[in-house]
């Protein structure tokens, strides 16, 4: 059965594409898909500190997670006789594009930032760091 909420957002991806993209016939999902898209864009440029937050705290549990999957192959492919320098690259250029990627998620808030996200931003980027350091030593 289709649930409510699915025929909405295609109806309204269906009215997005005949309104702004000419006519063009899609799918249900289609619909649903760019209607989902549209909508998350306009969360993110509307949005709060607290929204803002949130993305911080998901962005960073994904780069300290995808540093320790990055550190584990690493260390196994340096085991098995791969080059070590260019482990090291793998494991520090992840590193490196999350922490210039973080500073990035306060772009959606529209007014200055308080203390409490400056802090916590300062703190996401220092543990990326961290981690990334520690993970580049275990390969030592």
Do not use: C, H
Not at 6 to 16: E, K, N, W
Not at 51 to 63: C, F, G, N, S
Not at 119 to 139: F, I, N, P, W
């Amino acid at each position: 059965m289709v649930q409510i909420g699915t025929v909405i957002l295609g109806v309204i991806g269906l009215l997005f594409v005949l309104g702004f993209g000419g006519f063009a016939l899609i799918s249900m999902v289609e619909g649903e898909r760019r209607a989902m898209k549209l909508s998350s864009g306009l969360m993110l440029t509307n949005s709060s500190e607290n929204t803002a937050r949130d993305v911080l705290r998901i962005t960073e549990y994904a780069a300290l997670k995808r540093l320790r999957t990055e550190g584990k192959l690493s260390l196994s492919a340096v085991q098995s006789g791969k080059n070590l320098a260019d482990e090291r690259e793998i494991i520090w250029s992840w590193g490196y594009w999350y922490a210039r990627a973080l500073p990035r998620i306060t772009d959606i808030v529209g007014e200055p930032l308080s203390m409490r996200l400056a802090k916590e931003l300062d703190a996401s980027v220092k543990a990326v760091g961290k981690v990334t350091l520690r993970e580049m030593k275990k390969l030592d």
